[in-house]
């Protein structure tokens, strides 16, 4: 299976420093800051991209499974709200999903939602996998 590899880079203090997070492959670089982390600065943060893995997981995931159901998806396009809260901890991830697909059910569509919920391999790594760190000191 795939190997994906991203990366981030911060420079300075908590409050005053800044950060450019860059994602494998795709090309996406962009900047964050205690800012656009915990209050409405410009930038992105760790949230809004667990937020858009989450989403676009969940959304294959279900496109997988109606598909193995015997349905053929039309679109299914799904926003991830990620709540930050004391800690700073994530408390909570709301998934809202619209799905057309032809011939589905409401009832069918809850039933293979909640199993893509659970167990779409990004839910399944926001529920605790095992962290392997490597920790150098650099001069």
């Given at each position: 299976?795939a190997?994906r590899?991203?990366s981030a880079?911060?420079?300075?203090t908590l409050?005053?420093?800044?950060?450019?997070m860059?994602?494998?492959q795709?090309?996406y670089?962009?900047?964050?800051?205690y800012?656009?982390?915990?209050?409405?600065?410009?930038?992105t943060n760790?949230?809004?991209?667990?937020?858009?893995?989450h989403?676009?997981?969940?959304?294959?995931f279900?496109?997988?499974?109606?598909?193995g159901?015997?349905f053929?998806?039309?679109?299914?396009?799904?926003?991830?709200t990620?709540h930050?809260?004391?800690?700073?901890t994530?408390?909570l991830?709301?998934?809202?999903t619209?799905?057309?697909v032809p011939?589905?059910?409401?009832a069918d569509?809850q039933k293979?939602?909640?199993?893509?919920k659970?167990?779409c391999?990004?839910?399944?790594a926001?529920?605790?996998?095992?962290i392997?760190?490597?920790?150098r000191?650099v001069?």
């Open positions: 299976m190997i590899v991203s880079e911060w420079k300075g409050k005053e420093g800044a950060g450019i860059k994602l494998g795709a090309g670089e962009g900047p964050f800051t800012a656009s982390r915990f209050e409405s600065g410009r930038g760790p949230e809004e991209l667990i937020g858009a893995a989403a676009g997981c969940f959304s294959m279900l496109a997988a499974l109606l598909t159901a015997g053929k998806p039309n679109r299914i396009a799904t926003t991830a990620v930050l809260g004391e800690g700073p994530i408390t991830i709301e998934l809202d619209q799905a057309d011939n589905l059910t409401e569509l293979h939602a909640e199993a893509a659970k167990n391999p990004v839910s399944k926001l529920t605790g996998p095992e392997r760190l490597q920790a000191l001069k």
